[in-house]
T-cell receptor
Framework: GENVEQHPSTLSVQEGDSAVIKCTYS??????FPWYKQELGKRPQLIID?????GEKKDQRIAVTLNKTAKHFSLHITETQPEDSAVYFC?????????FGAGTRLTVKP | ETGVTQTPRHLVMGMTNKKSLKCEQH?????MYWYKQSAKKPLELMFV???????ENNSVPSRFSPECPNSSHLFLHLHTLQPEDSALYLC????????????FGPGTRLTVT
């Protein structure tokens, strides 16, 4: 089955700096790659997603890149703010299955 | 609350009890999902319903039994659970199968004693 690895598990940056979180997947048939943000005690929220026919997608300060050949995708957050502090999860899906990474706890220090 | 709601928000049950978790979505979606979120483990997909039809997930123990009476409601029936089943159970919905733009509920925090 699919296996999704996510790194780093924790990330601390200074406000205004960029943050990058990386994920790799094992099943080349995976075709949809969402990223979720989960604040403490709250539900996961979709922040950006990318499909396998696209290499990059951007939404304001957030961008995701996908390298299908290498089977890895990354989340990029620019100009980080304290409210970006949360746990971020990547996921890879195909058909009726979705697998998640273990999560990255991002802390943005003011 | 709009979007996806879940009840109860917290549940403590003994190993011999039978209880049910309820999820309701107000988004007009036609696919619904159950997930388990345990500490220090990745989020795990348990069940998928698309157009009220269940997609089998063989890795989920039979002590968890889902039910989807219509496209707006999803239940998870629990019986003879184990302490390791203690977790946050999240419901989600999306328009169309394939997990696209899933919207999660707030979850039910389950403790099995």
């Amino acid at each position: 089955g699919e296996n999704v690895e996510q790194h780093p598990s924790t990330l601390s940056v200074q406000e205004g700096d960029s943050a990058v979180i990386k994920c790799t997947y094992s099943d080349s048939a995976s075709n949809y790659f969402p990223w979720y943000k989960q604040e403490l005690g709250k539900r996961p929220q979709l922040i950006i997603d990318i499909r396998s026919n696209v290499g990059e997608k951007k939404d304001q300060r957030i961008a995701v890149t996908l390298n299908k050949t290498a089977k890895h995708f990354s989340l990029h957050i620019t100009e980080t703010q304290p409210e970006d502090s949360a746990v971020y999860f990547c996921a890879a899906s195909k058909n009726n299955d979705m697998r998640f990474g273990a999560g990255t706890r991002l802390t943005v220090k003011p | 609350e709009t979007g996806v709601t879940q009840t109860p928000r917290h549940l403590v049950m003994g190993m011999t009890n039978k209880k049910s978790l309820k999820c309701e979505q107000h988004l007009g979606h036609n696919a619904m999902y159950w997930y388990k979120q345990s500490a220090k483990k990745p989020l795990e997909l348990m069940f998928v319903y698309s157009l009220e039809e269940r997609v089998e997930n063989n890795s989920v123990p039979s002590r968890f039994s889902p039910e989807c009476p219509n496209s707006s409601h999803l239940f998870l029936h629990l019986h003879t659970l184990q302490p390791e089943d203690s977790a946050l159970y999240l419901c989600a919905s999306s328009q169309g199968q394939g997990f696209l733009e899933q919207y999660f509920g707030p979850g039910t925090r389950l403790t099995v004693t």
